[in-house]
């Protein structure tokens, strides 16, 4: 699976949109980015997966450039309970595994 | 939809004792299950991947004998740490996933188990 590469950490203000970027360069054709976030001592949760196309659910945004190296996830209005470490990873459909990396700690401030 | 369940969510032990840890797929069939572990401020690791029926396949370094999974049904999959010690000391997290056609092959997590060997 291809790597990935995420700031450290982030802050936002709260209510404002947290922009959190991804570079995944060597991400093949058939992959997929897929976003997960982990609020202290608690497990992930799955927030937006896509392969090429921008995707939005309830929880937030997935903007894909077209060469498909890098992406970002948006969260159009951060609340405090956003405050998380963010993951970004890049697999196959199918892969099974997840690899997680370092993540950015995002920080929602009031 | 999509929820996964661990018991316990903390347990402590004694040094030598086994402790099994329970994974539960709430609302879906289950075929595939894995097992991480995390260390403070670290990240998560990949133990062991376990397909309904089969035996699990293991990462590097991970010792088979002393991390016992079975995944008896679709919606069951447990870990059991044998022999633990205090460096067994971790946040032990499963997953689980579905591989139906339709699958988007996401991975739903449990909400963890702190595990403190004394």
């Known amino acids: 699976d291809a790597k990935t590469t995420q700031p450290t950490s982030m802050d936002c203000a709260e209510g404002r949109a947290a922009n959190l970027p991804c570079n995944h360069s060597?991400?093949?054709?058939?992959?997929?980015v897929y976003w997960y976030r982990q609020i202290h001592s608690q497990g992930p949760q799955y927030i937006i997966h896509?392969?090429?196309n921008n995707e939005t659910n309830e929880m937030a945004s997935l903007i894909i450039t077209e060469d498909r190296k890098s992406s970002t996830l948006i969260l159009p209005h951060a609340t405090l309970r956003d405050t998380a470490v963010y993951y970004c990873i890049v697999r196959f459909w199918g892969g099974s595994r997840l690899t997680f990396g370092e993540g950015t700690q995002l920080t929602v401030n009031p | 939809g999509a929820v996964v369940s661990q018991h316990p969510s903390r347990v402590i032990c004694k040094s030598g004792t086994s402790v099994k840890i329970e994974c539960r797929s709430l609302d879906f069939q289950a075929t595939t299950m894995f097992w991480y572990r995390q260390f403070p401020k670290k990240s998560l690791m990949l133990m062991a991947t376990s397909n309904e029926g089969s035996k699990a396949t293991y990462e590097q370094g991970v010792e088979k004998d002393k991390f016992l999974i079975n995944h008896a049904s679709l919606t069951l999959s447990t870990l059991t740490v044998t022999s633990a010690h205090p460096e067994d000391s971790s946040f032990y997290i499963c997953?689980?996933?579905?591989?139906?056609?339709?699958?988007?092959?996401?991975?739903?997590f449990g909400p963890g188990t702190r595990l403190t060997v004394l």
């Open positions: 060597t991400i093949s054709g058939n992959e997929y």
């Open positions: 896509g392969l090429k």
């Open positions: 997953s689980a996933s579905w591989g139906g056609r339709l699958s988007t092959d996401t991975q739903y």
